[in-house]
């Protein structure tokens, strides 16, 4: 089929929920970068959304968690402020990988993770070799992984820049994400962030009714912003990052990969 005959004939996306724009984003980590991908690479990369959970996931009934509890790789318990929302989707190798699982996040200013990092600053960051000591700075270690190309997921407006979330590329191998990979992933990256942010401006006053009463002054909330972000933007952002949370959060709540007590919300295998 033509180009332009698809274009013609394609039902167009619905992105009135934030539900719908997670399920598009889950076909375009399928139809978008699974098939330029080489079969005997994607036997040793994994591919994941996380979203940040440091805004807080509003549950209903006053419920907002902002943290997940988690064992790490070591097997000691932590709060992330992170959660892998979609990972490997089922054309992937290791369907699911590490999905519903924790990152870590900040301790104050500093950031205690590779996509802490990314998000916090909005700049893209590719560590080929975790097996060197200075690559593994502020990198969070999780089970064979020797490599890691990870870059920001934004919302961008006349208003300001900021990061909704990060989109990571992981490897069994050191030096293996190639440039072709990565250039894929940024790509993947703007489409994704342009997405969430068309839901947004659809939902524009709904985000600023849900935040009219925000703390500005909390630092977990002024994570991931460039300068001279407008005000206005940065309640917007808050109130769909939490959007993102929350749907993210239900889902897991629904299918036992989280559990949440009323009090405390944590990974079911911890």
């Known amino acids: ?13 619905k992105l009135e929920y934030i539900s719908d724009v997670i399920e598009f984003s889950s076909d375009l980590f399928n139809d978008y970068l699974h098939p330029h991908i080489m079969p005997s690479e994607l036997k040793y990369l ?59 996040g900040y301790r104050g200013n500093t950031a205690l993770s590779n996509c802490a990092r990314v998000f916090q600053t909005g700049v893209g960051h590719y560590k080929p070799d975790l097996s060197n000591p200075n690559q593994q700075f502020d990198n969070y270690k999780v089970e064979d992984e020797m490599s890691i190309f990870t870059v920001p997921v934004e919302w961008r407006t006349a208003q300001g820049i900021a990061s909704i979330g990060v989109l990571a590329v992981s490897s069994k191998y050191s030096h293996s994400i190639k440039d072709y990979i990565q250039d894929r992933t940024r790509a993947l990256a703007i489409l994704l962030g342009f997405l969430f942010s068309l839901h947004a401006t659809y939902n ?40 993102i949370a929350a749907q993210f959060e239900t889902e897991f709540l629904q299918n036992g990969t989280h559990v949440w007590d009323g009090q405390r919300l944590s990974v079911k295998v911890y």
Not at 68 to 90: A, K, M, T
Not at 216 to 237: N, P, S, T, Y
Request: hydrophobic share 35%.
């Open 1 to 13: 089929m033509k180009v332009l005959d698809f274009v013609r004939h394609k039902e167009s996306e």
């Open 46 to 104: 994994r591919v994941y959304l996380a979203y940040y959970l440091g805004d807080g996931a509003p549950l209903g009934d006053g419920d907002i968690p902002t943290y997940c509890h988690d064992l790490n790789y070591e097997g000691q318990p932590f709060q992330g402020q992170f959660v892998v929302g979609i990972s490997n989707p089922n054309k992937f190798v290791e369907t699911g990988w590490l999905q519903g699982r924790a990152l870590n």
């Open 204 to 243: 524009q006053s709904e985000l600023d009714a849900k935040t009219i009463n925000l703390i500005m002054d909390d630092k977990r909330h002024l994570v991931g912003f460039a300068q001279g972000c407008e005000a206005g933007f940065i309640r917007r952002v808050i109130g769909l990052r939490q959007k």
